[in-house]
C-alpha cells in the first residue's frame, strides 16, 4: 500500500521548533516583567512602610532657620543647637526726642544723638542690627539678635561613638547620623512637627503604637486600631455567616440535585447558572444590595438613625430646633436635637417641619485656629467659644497653604454637615470636618448636671457655648468657655426644655436588646459591623458556594455509592462521607474568599464604612471602620508622609492576607489526602 | 429457551431450580469445567431443603426508552449462591442494582413488574430503602474502601442505622472482619488508613463492611474482576464461607468463578433470562444452545 504522503515534504522540524522557542521567549520576558514590577512595588511599600511601622519616633525639634552651630554635647546624650534668634524691642525715651534726632549705636549703648549734637542714652543692648527712633519720637525700636540654644535629647541606648552631624542647607535640617548608617533628624527649618525616622534598626514600641492608637490627621498620630479592628469585626460577622450558608447552598446544588425533570430541575438550573454568574459581578453592586436590604431593610422598619435626616422644626411660638424624630407618640414627638439632646414636643406646638440642608444656618464669626503644644486645634470665637479639637478628631481639613500649621486668626463658619459632622470652614486655612461625637457630648440627662461643653441656642437666636452649670426652677446657669463668666438663663429663653432620657418604645425602629448592651441590634440595621459583615457575605457568597461545589464534585461516586447502599440517607451520606472528604477543598476555597473579603473597599464604603473613626466597635451594631478604606483614604492626603502611613497600612493588609493564605495551604497540606 | 417475543414470557413460568443433595456426578462429567464445578458443589452444598429468597415475576427495566431488561421471571434460592452470567451489557447490573434499589440514583431508569425479598415488595414506592439497603447489601466491581481507618470503615454502616456501644462496636468490628477472614491480618492496624490495603484485602474490607449490618441478601457486581488470582481465589474462598449464612448473588464474566462458587447459575443474554439452573446442569447440560455456546466459550 502507497503512503498518501509520498512526495509529500514534511514541514521541517525546525520550523516547529521555532514557532515553540518563540512563544518561551514571549512568556520568559512577560513573567520577569512583571516580577520585576512586582518587586519594585513591594520593596517600595516595605521601606516606606517599615519607616512609618518600626523607624518613627515623634519628637518636636527646634526651628533651624537661624542655626548658628550644632554639635553633641561632651556626655552623647543630647545634640546642642543654637540659634540666633532675631527680636525687636522698644526703648521707652523718658522725653519725647526732637525733631530731626538720629540714633547711633556706640558698642553696647543706643545713643539718640539730637540735631544739636546732644546725645542721650536711650539703654544697652549687644547684637543690635537695626535702630531707629519711632514716628511719635517717644521711643527708639530697636532690632537685635538673640543666641537661643536649644537642646535635643538622644536615645541613651545608642551609641554615639562615631557619630556625626549633617546639615542640610536646602531643608535647614539638622541629622544625628549614626555609624550604623541611620540617622536621627534634630532640627528642621520651620520646626513645628517634624518625625524622626530612625532607620536601620526596628522600634517595635512604634509599630505597637501603630496598632494601639487610632487614626489621626497629623501622620505622626495616625494609628491603624480602629481600621483594624474594624475589619476583624466585619470578617467575623462575614465568616460566621457566609460559610455555613455558602457550603450549605452547596450542598443542596450538588448533593441534592434534583434527579427527575421537573419545575425543581428547572430552578435548580438557574440557581446554578446564576451563582456561577454572581462570582463576576462588580462588588459595588453588592454594597448597593447590603445598602438597601441591610443597612435600610427596605425602609420596613423605620429609618435607622445614621439616615434619619437633620429636621427645622419651627414651633408656633416662633421658636426652631433642629434635630432628628426619632419617635412618635400620638400627641409627643421625640427628637434627638443637635444642641439640646432629647427633647419631647407637643404636637400641637410643631409648626412647619422642613429638612435641614447640609451645612444651613452657619454660624458665622472672626475667630483664631491653632495648634496647641499639645497638637490640639483649637478654634476660637465669642460665638463658639473655645472649641478644642483632638486632630485625630478631625475627618478632613484642607489648608490652604499646607506646610506647617501656624496659628492663624480667621473668618470661620460654623456649621452642621450631614453625617454626624461639624464643618468649620475658613476662607484662608481651608475646611475641617470635625466628627460631631468627639467635640462634645449628647445630653442624655440634664437634670443631673453633665460637667461638659455644649452648644446651646437661646430664644433670641444667640448660640452659646459652654458648661451647664446646674438647672433649678427654670434657671439654667452656663459658665461660658472663655473669660469664666457664668450666664444664667431663664430656662424659657432657651429654644426648648430638654427632657430626660430618649424614650424608644415608640421608635419605629425595631430595638433588641438594650442600647449600651453587647446583644443590642436594632433593625434597619444602619452602618454597623453587621451590615458590613452580611454585605461582605453577599460579596463572598458565590466563591464560597462555587469552591464548595467543586470540593464536593471531587470526592468520587464511588465513595457516595458506597454510603448509600450501606442505607445511609442523603444527609448521612454528605454529613459522614462527602463532607468530611471535602473539608480541605472548602476550607482553601473559604480562605481565599475572606482574603478577598479583608481588600473590599467599594462595598464598604456604599454601606457606610466610616473613615477616621476613633472609637473600636463593641457591638453588632457599631460603626466601623476598614482597612482598606483607611489606606485609601491616606493616600489621598496632600502631605507626602501619609504616603508612609498608607504603606505601613498596606504593610498591616497584606501580613493579615499572608496569614490566611499560609493557613489556607496549611490546612491543605495538613488535611488533604487521597481519595481513592 | 429464547423469549421470543414479550407474549410468549409473559405466559413463561419459572424455571423451578431444585438443588440436588451432592451426589456424586463426577462419573457422568467429561468437561473438565464441569469437573470444577462439581468439586465445589460437592464440597458446598449443604442439606438440599432450600427456601426462595427473591421472587421475580414479569420484571422489566428501562434506561429512558432503551430497555434494558425483558419480563425476567425467576426464584432465587435462600442461602445459596446465585451466580449471574452472560455477555457484557445483557443487563446483569441493572437487574443487580434494582434489588437494592440503587437504580434509584438514576434519573431515567424506571422499571415494571414485581420484585419480592423475603416477602417484602421490593418496587413499593413507599418502601424506606435505607431499611431496604441494610438488608440487601452491596459489594462493588471496584474496591471502594472509604478514605477512613480500617475500624471506621466497618464501623460505618452499624453506626447509621444503630446506636451501638463502643465495647458493642468493637465486638461488631472483629465479628465482622472475622468473618471476612480479613481479622488476622489487619488486627495491629486497624486504626490505619483503609486505603493501605491490597487490592484484595480493600474488597474483603468492602465485604466485611457489608456483613457487619447482617444483610440478608448480598449482592455482588463481578467482586473479583479488578483483582489478581490469588487475591480472587481469596474472595472466592470467602464467599464459599458466607453462603451458608447469607443470600449472595453475584455477578461475573469468569466461567470457572461462576463454576467454582455457585449453587444455582442464571444466563442472562440481551436483556433477558435465558436459563437457570443448578449450576452443575448450566456447565454440563444446559438446556438452550445459547446457553451452552456461552459456557464453552465458543461464543461472546
Ligand atoms: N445509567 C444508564 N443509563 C442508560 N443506559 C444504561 C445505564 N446503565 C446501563 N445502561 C444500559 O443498559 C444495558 C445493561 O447494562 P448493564 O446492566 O450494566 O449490563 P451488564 O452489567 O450486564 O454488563 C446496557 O446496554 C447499558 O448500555
Ligand atoms: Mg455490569
Redesign the pocket.
Known sequence: MTSLLEGRQAIPASRRNRTNRRFLWVALCVTSLSVLALSVLLVTVLFQGAKHLFGAEVAVVPDTTHLVSAELDERGQSVQLVTREPRTQHLELLERAPEGATVRVDGADVLVVAPDGAELRAGTRTDVTSAALTPNRHAVRIEYSELVTHEVGLPSERSLDGASIETDAQTGRVAVRYTNGSTQIVGQRGGTLARTHVVGSPNLKAAKDFLTTPPSMTPTNAGFNAPLLGSIWILVVCALSALPLGIGAAIMLEEFRPRRRGPTHWVHRIVQTNVRNLAGVPSIVYGLIGLTVFCRMFGLFGSALQYAPYQRFELTDGRTILGQLVATEEEVYHLDSELLGHVKLERSSLGEVTQWPIKDEPIECHGTVELNDEYLFVVRAPELGEITIDSWAIEHAELADGGPFSPREVDLTFSMGGQGRYVIETPDAGRMYVARDLVRDTVRDIDTVPIREHIYRMGDGRVLRGELMKLNDGELSIRRAIGEDVTTFNIKDVALRPDGKPDYRNRTMLMLGDEDSSFHVHFPMGASVLAGGLTLMLVILPIIIIATQEALRAVPDSLRSGALALGATPWQMVWGMTLPNAVPGIMTGAILAMSRAIGEAAPILVVGGTIFITFLPDNLMSGFAAMPLQIYMWTNQPDPEFKKVAASGILVLLTVLLLFNASAVFIRQKLQRPLT | MIQSDAAASRQHQPVPVELKSPVNHSSRVANPLAAVAQRAIDARLSSGETTTELKVRDFSAW??D?Q?LHNLELDIPKNRVTALI?P????????LRWINRMNDL?A??RCSGTLEAGGTNVLDRALDVVELRRRVGMVFQKPNPFPKSIYDNVAFGPRLHYRLKKRELDALVEKSLRDAALWDEVKDRLDKSALGLSGGQQQRLCIARTIALSPEVLLM?EPCSALDPKATRRVEDLIAELRNNFTIII?THNMQQAARVSDVTAF?FE?RLIEIDETLTIFTSPKNPQTEEYVTGRFG
Do not use: E, L, R
Open positions: 434506561y429512558g432503551f434494558a452472560g457484557s451489557g445483557c443487563g446483569k447490573s441493572t437487574f438514576v431515567s431508569a457486581d455477578v442472562f436483556g
